[in-house]
């Protein structure tokens, strides 16, 4: 995987980001790639759901499964804009995703920065690439909770 | 909450569990009691749905949001047949779920007893409750791995 295409799939998970950022939910976006193609995307859409499980990540990789047929995502790359929580690196642990590249580092929800979470523990090794765009990640959940506020 | 009540709302999530084991999916079951009463209830369909996030916990907050028009479950109290894994004890922080009461731990996929998650750095606190019925879950999950192999 080249860093041209991580920052171009990145980008296109910003831009599921903004679709959450319209609709006042935290900007945080995803998708799937599986074979070099985005098979599925998603948002944060937790108040519109009411739904506090329908993070970017669960929203994609549910979408994502239904479309492969399978509940397990064997072979995906998974972009998301943000660190994932503990919720969501489970739920990708669980959907066995090959490789994971997520944006902004997160002290507030990350599972590794704020969570500390022990990977030697996991049943299953992901690659796992992070900072990608991170200050196009960061500028937009800025502007957000500015926006809140 | 007295003891006769927890052993009560337990024996009806083993009745879900059950559910799960007839459809081939491992044996765990989950409810939501509000008000002292049931307000959804849920079992594992990962394979059913091809959804590796629809563990019962996660089937059972979804459906419980539905109903109450929020997707925060203040005041409830969660029980589970089993110890839930990160990825649902994390969706029961989410939640804001009050208490959580589990049956059997699991040294399999135990959120405290095989990942030892440090629950300081929650940013909500439940009350926890484990080992109710601990024994009949654990004898439904033998039997599950046992007609299995």
Same mark, same amino acid.
């Given at each position: 995987?080249?860093?041209?295409?991580?920052e171009?799939?990145?980008?296109?998970?910003? *831009? +599921?980001?903004?679709?959450?950022? #319209?609709?006042?939910?935290?900007?945080?976006? /995803? %998708?799937?790639?599986?074979n070099?193609?985005?098979?599925?995307?998603?948002?944060?859409?937790?108040?519109?759901d009411n739904?506090?499980?329908?993070?970017?990540?669960?929203?994609?990789?549910?979408?994502?499964?239904?479309i492969?047929?399978?509940?397990?995502?064997?072979? *995906? +790359?998974?972009?998301?804009?943000? #660190?994932?929580?503990?919720?969501?690196?489970? /739920? %990708?642990?669980?959907?066995?995703v090959?490789?994971?590249?997520?944006?902004?580092?997160?002290?507030?929800?990350?599972?590794?920065?704020?969570?500390?979470?022990?990977?030697?523990?996991?049943?299953?090794?992901m690659?796992?690439?992070?900072?990608?765009?991170?200050?196009?990640?960061?500028?937009?959940?800025?502007?957000?909770?500015?926006?809140?506020?």
């Amino acid at each position: 995987m080249l860093k041209i295409d991580r920052e171009l799939f990145m980008k296109m998970a910003l *831009v +599921e980001a903004k679709k959450a950022f #319209e609709i006042g939910e935290i900007p945080v976006g /995803a %998708l799937c790639v599986y074979n070099n193609k985005i098979i599925a995307t998603g948002h944060n859409r937790i108040i519109i759901d009411n739904d506090p499980t329908a993070h970017a990540e669960i929203v994609t990789i549910r979408t994502a499964c239904k479309i492969m047929g399978n509940y397990r995502l064997k072979d *995906v +790359e998974f972009y998301v804009t943000v #660190e994932p929580c503990p919720m969501c690196i489970s /739920a %990708l642990i669980n959907a066995r995703v090959a490789c994971l590249i997520f944006g902004a580092y997160s002290d507030k929800w990350g599972y590794m920065t704020k969570f500390k979470m022990d990977d030697s523990l996991w049943n299953h090794k992901m690659k796992i690439y992070g900072g990608i765009l991170s200050s196009d990640s960061k500028l937009l959940l800025r502007d957000f909770f500015k926006k809140l506020r």
